[in-house]
Structure formats: structure tokens, C-alpha cells
């Protein structure tokens, strides 16, 4: 039983009648790298990208977080920590905000939540070091192809036409998930379209063979915990 209860549900059980909802517009900044860690963030609805950008100027997602799920992007029981990150509202958010003195005493005082916040810590650190994997062993064009096939994971949609990634986004934003350039990833998709493997229609693609992704980068066929942008 205590497995089976994820952080996040505790932590929302714990929580919604201690904190309010708060409302966080698009394109609106949690937080910046270096800033002092003063919450931690149990994320309702909407998405929100966690990432940096290089001194030159150039924009590297690391993921993308919606609805269900946890903003901890700081060295846990830490004296005085700060954000390695930074976090931008991609859409209209709901969110709770948790002091990090109150989240941290509640995972040391309750041992579901701490087995929990365990089992969410061991899951995160495999995935980080799955997306590593492909990114360096795929290269530039299997990086795009494993990060389409997480954003279907992560917000596939089945239609007719195959799995609708129902998150709008921009070639500069697929581009900042891979750390590429628009130009290199625009002409990796304009390939993908022509091999009818993909389309884009009102900011959104669609998977149209998803076989085809998986096959060129040697897929695992990791379950969706582990296989997602999150």
C-alpha cells in the first residue's frame, strides 16, 4: 500500500488545505538559476519548462512539467540551497506553492512520504539518464526522434490521423529540448513530414508512425515513467 502512493499524492493530500491555488500566467518566470529556494511546487495544471541558458544566449530545456506533478529542482536538506534551474510557465498554470522548510519536515516526520519521495528520486535519476543516453548515442537527429517520442508519452492524444502531442510548441522550442538550432531541426522535420512520418498543423504535431521514431534510435520500449519529458 505504501508503495503504491505516489509523492505527489501525499503531498497534495498533506498540503491543499494548508496552501492556496495559485493562478501563474504564460510565459511567466517561477524562478531563476542562482535564485535562493524558498518553495517547492505541486503543479495542477498547465505546463511549465525547466532548463537554462547558456552564457551566449542560447536556450536548453531539460524538461517539461503539466498537471500532477512536482517542481524539487534544488540539493534536498541542503543549508540556504539555490536553483540550478530556472522555470517558465509555457501556458496558464495552477499551482500550489509549499514552503521548502514545511516540505522537507513533512517527508522527514511521515515514512510513507519519505519512501515516496525516494521512489521519485531514483525514477528521475534514471530518466535524466535515459534522455543522456539518447541525445550522445543518437546524435542530433536520434535526439529529435527521442524527444518526439517522449512528448507522445507525455501528451500523446490517439486520433485518426496517430498520436496528436496535444502541447503547443514552437520548431525554436523542439529545438531548445534538444539544444539544437531551428534550422537543423526544421530541416529534420520537413524530412519527417516528407516521409510521412509526422505533421504540424496550429502549433501541434502529429505522430503519424511512431514505429518508424522508435526504430531509428533503438528504442528500449521503457515504460512511460521512465520514457516521458517530464
Known amino acids: 500500500m505504501e508503495k503504491s502512493i505516489s509523492l505527489y499524492s501525499l503531498m497534495l493530500q498533506h498540503f491543499i488545505d494548508k496552501e492556496s491555488v495559485q493562478k501563474i500566467k504564460g510565459d511567466t518566470i517561477l524562478f531563476q538559476e542562482g535564485d535562493p529556494v524558498s518553495s517547492v511546487y505541486i503543479v495542477l495544471s498547465g505546463a511549465i519548462s525547466i532548463g537554462r541558458v547558456h552564457m551566449k544566449g542560447k536556450e536548453f530545456i531539460m524538461k ?6 512536482m517542481m524539487l529542482e534544488y540539493e534536498l536538506f541542503k543549508h540556504s ?3 540550478y534551474y530556472s522555470a517558465k510557465a509555457m501556458s496558464d ?3 500550489i506553492m ?24 531514483s525514477t528521475r535519476y534514471l530518466k535524466a539518464q535515459m534522455k ?6 543518437n546524435g542530433k537527429k536520434g535526439g ?26 514552437t520548431h525554436q522550442e523542439l529545438a531548445n529540448l534538444t539544444f539544437g538550432t531551428r534550422e537543423v531541426v526544421q530541416r529534420m522535420l520537413k524530412e519527417l513530414r516528407e516521409l510521412d512520418v509526422i505533421s504540424y498543423d496550429q502549433m501541434k504535431f502529429t505522430v503519424k508512425n511512431i514505429g518508424y521514431l ?6 528500449q520500449n521503457c515504460p512511460y515513467e521512465i520514457c516521458g519529458l517530464n
Request: glycine residues 4%; proline residues 3%; hydrophobic residues 40%.
Open 64 to 69: 517539461i512539467l503539466n498537471g500532477e506533478e
Open 81 to 83: 540551497p539555490r536553483y
Open 93 to 95: 498554470c495552477e499551482v
Open 98 to 121: 509549499v514552503r521548502r522548510e514545511h516540505f522537507e519536515e513533512f517527508v522527514q516526520s511521515d515514512k510513507m512520504a519519505m519512501n515516496a519521495l525516494m521512489s521519485w528520486l
Open 132 to 137: 543522456c543516453q539518447d541525445l550522445i548515442m
Open 144 to 169: 529529435l526522434y527521442s524527444i518526439l517520442i517522449r512528448l507522445c508519452n507525455s501528451y500523446g492524444v490517439m486520433t485518426s490521423e496517430g498520436i496528436l502531442i496535444d502541447l503547443p510548441l
Open 214 to 219: 522508435k526504430k531509428e534510435v533503438d528504442c
